[in-house]
Every structure is written in structure tokens, then in C-alpha cells.
């Protein structure tokens, strides 16, 4: 059960990596864009693959996250059963060492997902504002060239 539940722990702190720069390149890349060629026609994520990329591995690592739990409750009975030799403090300490590995992990997957669900609702709210500003100069372009002048002619009247 130890080896087993080491395995997993490495698994998931390889994936929890790899899942938190994914959400990372992607609060770096909107950033960088600087506004104007981002709109609601640009998908999140540079693309749907990223998106799906997103939600796949976030479902890996809450399937990675349930299977550990499973294996820290085997060792939970394990330590409770009655055969168990008076090695029991080890055996306790080694528990109470993977729970808190398993409660970083699951802290650390469920902050960075928040984060990544933040970042990502400020850009489609960002995005929509941006698409209401350029509809608005697009759709009365012919008006704000026609302002434009009547203003320039009222300042040579000045």
C-alpha cells in the first residue's frame, strides 16, 4: 500500500506541474496579447485542444486524488486492524505523513483550478467589454468620421 500510494503521489505531483503551467501560459498569454487582438471569435486557451487539455487533466488528477484516498483508507484499516504488530506508531506517523501529502495535493489542485476558473471569467468578461467598445467605434465609423470633421472645421472657424 505504501509503494502503491507512493506511485500515485509522484504521478499527481507530476501532473499538478504540468496542470499548473498549463493554466499559467495560458493567464500569460492573454496578458500578452494587450487587448486588441483578443475578442470573443479568439477561443480560450489558444484553441479548443488546449480547452479540452484543461478539462482532461483536471479529471485525471480528481480521478489520481479519489484513487490515493482509497489507498490511504486501505492503510487507515490496515493500522486499525487488530493483528497489526506494536509497530503502530510507525505505522501511524507513515499515515498521517501520506494524508498530508494527499491534503496538499488536493489544496493545490483545487487553488489552482479556482485560479485558472478566475483568470478565465475576467478574460470572457474583459473580452465581451472589448467586443461591445469595437462594435460600438466599427458600427458609428462613418458617424465619428463625419464628428471628426464637423469638430475639425468648427476649430479652423475658431
Known amino acids: 500500500l505504501r509503494k502503491q500510494a507512493r506511485q500515485l503521489e509522484n504521478e499527481l505531483d ?30 480560450l486557451l489558444n484553441g479548443s485542444s488546449q480547452d ?17 484516498t482509497g489507498v490511504n483508507d486501505k492503510m487507515a484499516e ?3 486492524s487488530a493483528g497489526v504488530p506494536s509497530l503502530n506508531a ?10 498530508d501529502i494527499l491534503q496538499d495535493y488536493t489544496h493545490e ?11 478565465r471569467e475576467r478574460e ?7 467586443k461591445d467598445i469595437e462594435s460600438y467605434k466599427s458600427g458609428s465609423g462613418v458617424n465619428n468620421r463625419r464628428t471628426e ?3 475639425k472645421e468648427h476649430d479652423h472657424l475658431r
Open 14 to 43: 507530476l501532473k499538478l506541474v504540468s496542470f499548473s503551467k498549463l493554466c499559467t501560459s495560458y493567464s500569460h498569454s492573454s496578458a500578452r496579447d494587450g487587448g486588441r487582438d483578443s475578442s470573443d471569435t479568439t477561443p
Open 52 to 68: 479540452r487539455m484543461f478539462e482532461t487533466m483536471a479529471i485525471e488528477i480528481e480521478q489520481l486524488l479519489a484513487r490515493l
Open 78 to 80: 490496515y493500522t486499525n
Open 90 to 99: 510507525a505505522l501511524m506517523h507513515t499515515l498521517q505523513r501520506h494524508r
Open 109 to 119: 489542485f483545487h487553488k489552482t483550478k479556482a485560479n485558472f476558473m478566475a483568470v
Open 124 to 130: 470572457n468578461l474583459m473580452g465581451s467589454v472589448r
Open 149 to 151: 470633421l464637423f469638430l
